[in-house]
């Protein structure tokens, strides 16, 4: 994998999560794509059990993430990390807007 610089791989999901997917896309209008989804849901994901291996592992001491803190470090591609104000909507997309939701 050293010399490769492709960006991006594919997975394959289910035919029924990715209906699941779809269909909360259309409900809540947040979403602009299945891959947008998938992206924050496997980020969610990694944070959650980074901080679960931190609580695991207790303090080991030295200049570890535990005590530079639980967020990992932003990287300097705009695609590697969601905005640190959370993910952003453009404001033009014809989807429903969470106000407007029951």
């Given amino acids: 994998m050293s010399g ?3 960006k991006y791989v594919t997975v394959s999901l289910p035919i029924g999560i990715a209906h699941s997917v779809d ?3 259309e409900e809540l209008g947040y979403w602009p794509s299945r ?3 998938v992206r924050e849901a496997c980020l ?3 944070r ?3 901080r679960r291996l ?3 592992r207790g303090s080991g001491g030295g200049a570890n993430q535990a005590e530079r803190g639980v967020r990992p470090r932003r990287g300097t ?4 990390q969601p905005p640190l104000n959370g993910p952003q909507r453009p404001d033009s997309s ?3 807007q969470r106000s407007e939701l029951p």
């Avoid at 591609?77 to 590697?80: I, K, Q």
């Fill in 35 to 37: 891959s947008a989804f």
């Fill in 23 to 25: 269909s909360l896309m």
């Fill in 94 to 96: 014809p989807k429903k």
């Fill in 4 to 6: 490769e610089k492709t």
């Fill in 44 to 46: 969610e994901k990694i």
């Fill in 54 to 56: 931190l609580e695991l």
């Fill in 77 to 80: 591609n705009p695609g590697d």
């Fill in 48 to 50: 959650g059990e980074r």
